[in-house]
């Protein structure tokens, strides 16, 4: 007979000391608690669990060790009416796992707590007595030991010199030849040399990668043939998603994770992660029973104030996580602190982050801005919100606290319809262009708080933007009908694939301006993986379910597609080598101390400032930025830098072409052109005239360089 010792209430999850391993399930509302092992055939073997501490069902058994397959079992009422959800015949999955083993298998058994009946809306008032455990995935008992060498010098880029790059772990690697083929679409492929080379030499100092938390594929998509690629359907919050890992699912995955950490910060990026802490996998009340459900279910998700059987839904997906449950808001800390302090990753991008605030009804808000503020780890690390959900108050861009950046999706917006050639932009423009501080001051932050960006993974590429008047998402099984309309490319040419030189070329330069307008715009630049050589989705901007060749990066490239990639690159370097570009505070409008010029001028075509009139012109369709400012720390006896660095920043969106006379400065110089969307590089050329020749659809950067008098 097994010896069970009781063990320890903390922490959760599976620890294995060298000599056992000590189990931790929360569940406060259930009546017992079976711990399931797992042997090699699939045997199953029940562990009553007898002690319960703070609500802490634990044990601990000698000799359980890493690669020791297990789940749990968790019995109470099952009265959905009361918001409990308790079934003994469910396999459960362990909340704190570190690794999970494999995904759902759908045809194997009923997952579902209820046997489904389509005539009866009612079906999951009954309990449904089959084993789930043929279909459920296993937890794995993991050994943390991981060689770390000198990682605790981790990067640390700061905000102002970070660019971000959004991958997805497995499409940007799966068609590189330049990778081994067992390597590709896994963790160990994005540690490869030949990855981290490309990522560091077009500029790259962060990536964000789409959720890699443990997750699980719908099985509506499962019976159209199609997966969830994107990863938005987490179940485990401490376990690398498992399909990611090349050298196994007993918790290699792990240690194969680390090692990708390791290896990019090796090469100075630093890793930030998507994660999906707003709803789990489970769905609504007809969902199925994977974890949270059946172990909490009251204490874990939001229900119906007035009708407990059912979930309030902030998320579009059927539930959203409580964050004024101390149950979840422990979950989501300790998860959080783990992939920090365990797996060394720099940072994370919060998806749907509104709904981590949200309170109930007159209650009071959760707690989850003030305790990662005071939180010693992770205020200490890079926090950014998607500032939106999918409820009818959802859009909370720039309410985020001190300490947050946020995806500034009003930037996308403005830039897109700008470069579109929509009316009356521009006065918008120059907030966005100088890090919207209409936004992101009034909470006390800076230029960094705005993440900059014309195109994510949610939404068109950056080349079907311009290539695409209206989505084609047909290859998703819902009749074009998923996904938003979020484009309108006229003024870019025909939509679709054409022959026509002229159409490409206009749509080559559409996506140089655009690209040009983030990495030159205050705030920090993010880049789609990918938008640098042109990746299409042949036009579905939802291809959440497309894990093929929609989505994947296609490194097979035009020589089109490497003059983009050297144009990124070449942004990026102009971006770095310009301060001025990047700078931390927001611009005031007012002369720099010492000189007679402003910090920011707007100017138009004859070289003076704007007007009035001119900003409540709404047919001006062009407009130039001069930013100047100190170069240097260092001090004339006037009080004023003894270099000054100033910047032309000239956009044009109107259909025709004209010429910009240049600003007269203050100080001596010349005007140096350092990059124009109209013709190829290289530009660094100095200006002889008073005047530049502004192209359609253009843009073109300018740099005074100042000659001091001796």
């Not at 073997?45 to 890493?66: A, D, Q």
């Not at 640390?156 to 030849?177: A, C, M, P």
């Not at 400065?665 to 052109?673: A, I, K, N, R």
């Amino acid at each position: 007979m097994r010896r069970v010792w009781r063990g320890q209430p903390f922490p959760l999850g599976a620890t294995w000391d060298g000599d056992g391993t000590n189990f931790s399930l929360y569940a406060a509302e259930a009546e017992a608690v079976e711990l399931c092992l797992f042997d090699e055939t699939g045997a199953e073997e029940r562990i009553r669990v007898s002690e319960c501490s703070l609500h802490n069902w634990h044990c601990y058994l000698p000799g359980v060790g890493p690669g020791q397959l297990y789940g749990y079992r968790v019995f109470g009422r099952y009265s959905p009416q009361d918001g409990q959800r308790f079934n003994g015949a469910k396999l459960l999955i362990d909340p704190y796992a570190k690794a999970i083993d494999g995904g759902v298998d759908w045809s194997a058994a009923n997952v579902l707590p209820y046997v489904p009946d389509a005539e009866n809306p009612d079906a999951d008032l009954e309990a449904d007595d089959e084993d789930s455990a043929p279909a459920m995935p296993r937890c794995v008992v993991i050994d943390e030991q991981f060689d770390w060498g000198d990682d605790d010098r981790r990067p640390q880029h700061d905000w102002s010199r970070t660019v971000i790059y959004e991958l997805h772990v497995k499409g940007f690697t799966k068609l590189n030849e330049r990778i081994r083929e067992d390597l590709r679409g896994t963790y160990a492929g994005l540690a490869s040399d030949a990855a981290i080379e490309y990522l560091r030499e077009l500029g790259i100092t962060a990536v964000e990668l789409l959720p890699v938390h443990h997750f699980i594929g719908e099985s509506f998509l499962v019976d159209r043939g199609l997966t969830n690629y994107w990863g938005y359907s987490s179940i485990g919050y401490f376990a690398p998603h498992s399909a990611y890992a090349a050298t196994g699912e007993r918790g290699q995955q792990l240690d194969e994770f680390k090692g990708m950490v390791k290896a990019l910060h090796a090469a100075g990026i630093e890793v930030i992660l998507d994660v999906v802490y707003n709803h789990t996998a489970e769905g609504n009340h007809l969902g199925p029973m994977l974890g949270f459900k059946g172990i909490g279910n009251r204490a874990y998700y939001r229900l119906m104030p007035d009708d407990a059987r059912h979930y309030l839904d902030f998320t579009g997906t059927g539930n959203s996580l409580d964050p004024t449950s101390p149950a979840v808001l422990r979950l989501i800390m300790d998860s959080l602190r783990y992939w920090v302090t365990h797996c060394h990753v720099d940072g994370f991008r919060f998806d749907l982050a509104p709904v981590l605030v949200r309170g109930v009804a007159a209650e009071r808000p959760s707690a989850f801005f003030e305790i990662i503020q005071q939180d010693p780890i992770l205020s200490k690390v890079k926090l950014i919100a998607e500032p939106w959900d999918a409820s009818p108050d959802g859009f909370q861009l720039g309410r985020f606290p001190p300490g947050w950046a946020e995806w500034n999706g009003a930037f996308r917006d403005c830039v897109r319809r700008f470069w579109r050639g929509d009316p009356g932009q521009v006065p918008e423009l120059a907030s966005r262009l100088t890090g919207s501080s209409d936004i992101f001051a009034p909470t006390g932050r800076k230029t960094y708080a705005s993440i900059n960006f014309v195109s994510c993974h949610d939404g068109f590429t950056l080349n079907d933007l311009v290539s695409y008047e209206h989505k084609h998402n047909e290859a998703n099984g819902e009749s074009n009908q998923d996904g938003t309309n979020d484009n309108n490319s006229r003024n870019w040419g025909a939509e679709g694939p054409t022959e026509s030189v002229r159409i490409l070329r206009a749509r080559e330069r559409m996506k140089r301006n655009l690209l040009a307008t983030v990495f030159f715009s205050q705030g920090v630049p993010m880049l789609l993986g990918g938008d640098e050589v042109g990746r299409t989705q042949e036009g579905n901007n939802n291809a959440y379910c497309q894990d093929n060749e929609i989505s994947w990066f296609d490194w097979d490239v035009s020589e089109a597609d490497h003059e983009l990639r050297k144009f990124v690159r070449d942004v990026i370097v102009i971006s770095k080598n310009n301060p001025i570009l990047r700078r931390r505070n927001f611009f005031t409008g007012q002369p720099v101390a010492g000189y007679e010029t402003k910090d920011v001028s707007w100017v138009r075509a004859d070289g003076q400032e704007m007007t009035d009139d001119d900003w409540a012109n709404p047919s001006i369709q062009s407009v130039g930025m001069l930013l100047f400012g100190p170069a240097a720390d260092e001090l004339d006896s006037r009080g004023r830098s003894s270099v000054a660095e100033s910047v032309l920043f000239l956009l044009n969106a109107s259909t025709k072409s004209f010429t910009f006379t240049l600003p007269s400065m203050e100080l001596p110089g010349v005007w140096e052109e350092v990059l124009n969307t109209a013709r190829p590089g290289p530009w660094a050329r100095l200006v002889r005239t008073d005047a530049v020749n502004l192209s359609a659809h253009s843009t073109v950067l300018l740099r005074h360089t100042e000659r001091p008098q001796q």
